[in-house]
């Protein structure tokens, strides 16, 4: 059976940041209603690849919900928003601030209406404290999260990391915390209010930074390729260095293109094995016993020669066969895969974490699968819904409505968006 069956989401969320979260308790076995502007989640029409058809980016993080449609600027649209409310154990949402209050629905008056009801929030900045007033996107969240700052190379500009770490990483985050929430009403009967800040998540997830920043009044940090010292104050941008305890960097292979490394971490455990087995073939054959590499200490202080030698040694090799060459040794390493060799890769597929799904607008198309496996619960993928294609559904099956009350409710605008006004 599936993990989550029995329970109900009342999903607003829109974009990225809360459909992510939205998307994985559905695969888990939330009914997820989507509970749509008329105009649509503006992601349905943003990035199109095929003219006329919701885009990817909305159907990849859309999947196993129903889509309803109500004009929450409607007197009826918001009747049918209360019955909601009564019927849902999850309400969500990632509007900017203050958008739900304006619709008349604080936490309060949600807490009012339904007192066992969770309730989540992503905001980019939480609704305290000086920064609560501002909108937030992805890369905003990595600026002021402490992500930007760290990442990218000593001398360059700070950069953003591919993994959306300020949206879906805080779609994580508020799964997390509405689960347990809802662990809580289960107990108790009330329901209670989860927020979770863009900012907050980013930060969470940058953690270790925070350590090093600490470590910074004490002493430097001999693990890191670039310079640092006591009273260095702000953690420097440090390339692919491991960043934990073992060294770590990308390693550049045959042929030398633009995906052509492979991330090795030379663990303490490792290097007499690696040396042996490199050393010969860059003409240093007592690498393993070199007094500049004979401890951690000693490797810390001299891994820019320590590169160079495994560069060296890599030339020679492609990232799969350098990976090979390291495997039996136990060397900790992975190449660098592209979006293309996921796409193709036989682990991935074989876990299903690279799902073909088909959508009666776009056809075939592919979908990133569910990374949380539960032995007694697979998710099983369904496609993401066409915009309102369960309102009628959700009116009669969810609220019990009858033909009679859902036509008048139409004829009256609560589905569908108000004509624009003449300019
Ligand atoms: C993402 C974000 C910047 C987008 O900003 P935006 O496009 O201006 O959207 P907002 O959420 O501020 O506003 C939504 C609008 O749609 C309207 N709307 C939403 N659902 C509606 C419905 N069912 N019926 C009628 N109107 C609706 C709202 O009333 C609001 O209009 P208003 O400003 O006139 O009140 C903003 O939502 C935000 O900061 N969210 C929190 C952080 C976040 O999640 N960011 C990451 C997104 S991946």
Request: proline residues 6%.
């Amino acid at each position: 059976m599936e993990a989550l069956k029995g329970v109900r989401i009342l999903d607003m969320t829109h974009v990225q940041a809360g459909p992510t979260c939205s998307q994985l308790l559905a695969w888990m076995g939330a009914d997820v209603i989507k509970f749509e502007n008329p105009q649509g989640d503006a992601t349905r029409g943003q990035l199109r690849d095929v003219p006329g058809a919701d885009s990817l980016y909305f159907t990849m993080l859309n999947c196993n919900k129903r889509s309803i449609t109500v004009n929450m600027k409607s007197a009826e649209g918001k009747a049918v928003f209360i019955d909601l409310l009564k019927k849902c154990d999850i309400i969500m949402e990632n509007f900017g601030p203050g958008v739900l209050d304006r619709f008349g629905f604080s936490w309060e008056k949600v807490h009012e209406i339904n007192p066992r009801i969770v309730m989540g929030s992503i905001k980019g900045f939480g609704s305290t404290g000086p920064y609560a007033e501002f909108k937030a996107y992805e890369n905003v969240a990595q600026a002021m999260g402490g992500a930007m700052s760290t990442t990218g190379i000593p001398d360059g500009p700070p950069f953003v990391t591919g993994a959306q770490i300020g949206d879906s990483g805080t779609g994580l985050h508020l799964a997390i915390g509405l689960l347990a929430a809802l662990h809580q009403a289960n107990r108790t009967g009330e329901g209670q209010y989860v927020e979770v800040a863009m900012m907050d998540g980013v930060m969470n997830l940058c953690r270790v930074k925070f350590r090093d920043h600490q470590r910074l009044t004490r002493g430097d940090m001999p693990e890191y390729s670039v310079p640092t010292y006591q009273g260095m104050g702000e953690v420097p941008r440090a390339g692919n260095d491991s960043g934990g305890g073992q060294l770590g960097n990308a390693i550049h292979c045959k042929p030398h293109g633009a995906n052509d490394w492979l991330y090795v971490v030379v663990q303490e455990a490792v290097w007499h094995a690696l040396a042996t087995r490199i050393g010969p073939d860059i003409g240093m054959p007592e690498l393993a016993a070199d007094p500049h590499f004979a401890s951690i200490g000693e490797r810390r202080k001299n891994q820019q020669l320590m590169w160079t030698l495994i560069n060296k040694f890599a030339e020679k090799y492609t990232k799969r066969e350098f990976m090979a060459i390291l495997n039996p040794l136990d060397v900790p390493c992975g190449p660098i895969m592209s979006t293309e060799d996921l796409a193709n890769d036989e682990h991935i597929r074989g876990r299903e974490m690279w799902v073909e799904l088909d959508h009666p607008q776009r056809g075939k198309w592919w979908n990133v699968g569910m990374p949380i496996k539960l032995s007694a619960s697979p998710a099983k993928i369904e496609r993401s819904p066409l915009l309102g294609e369960h309102t009628e559904e959700v009116l009669k099956e969810v609220l019990g409505y009858d033909a009679a009350k859902v036509t008048s409710l139409k004829s009256a605008g609560a589905f569908s968006a108000p004509p624009k006004k003449a300019a």
